[in-house]
Nanobody, 126 residues
Framework: QVQLVESGGGLVPTGGSLRLSCKPS????????INWFRQVSEKDREFVAG????????YYADSVKGRFTMSRDSATNAIYLQMNSLKPEDTGVYYC???????????????????WGRGTQVTVSS
């Protein structure tokens, strides 16, 4: 079991920046990959950034490459998403999600993740 809490969302103008945080807790955190997704309105949650496991290659959605960077704090286990050069189309609810059984082909699939935070709203104004 793992609990996830996101924070850091807000309202920013086009071109602005935000840093999102995901703070996990639980007895077996090392068993989980914890990555970032986002959801616009009632559309399916889409992959934003993440890796198969801690320390592995980080993958990014094509739409955010060069603008977003995921990082981890080994001391606190927090996962961060630095978002720069934000665009209105980045608007949505951002979630961190955890899985203990990812393979490379499922890293980007929301259905592969069994644990989700409640999300944090990011709004980028035009």
């Amino acid at each position: 079991q793992v609990q996830l809490v996101e924070s850091g969302g807000g309202l920013v103008p086009t071109g602005g920046s935000l840093r999102l945080s995901c703070k996990p807790s639980g007895p077996t955190l090392n068993r989980y990959a914890i990555n970032w997704f986002r959801q616009v309105s009632e559309k399916d949650r889409e992959f934003v950034a993440g890796n198969r496991q801690k320390g592995a290659t980080t993958y990014y959605a094509d739409s955010v490459k060069g603008r977003f960077t995921m990082s981890r704090d080994s001391a606190t286990n927090a996962i961060y998403l630095q978002m720069n050069s934000l665009k209105p189309e980045d608007t949505g609810v951002y979630y961190c999600a955890a899985s203990s059984s990812l393979i490379l082909s499922t890293v980007r699939q929301s259905s592969a993740y069994g644990f989700w935070g409640r999300g944090t709203q990011v709004t980028v104004s035009s």
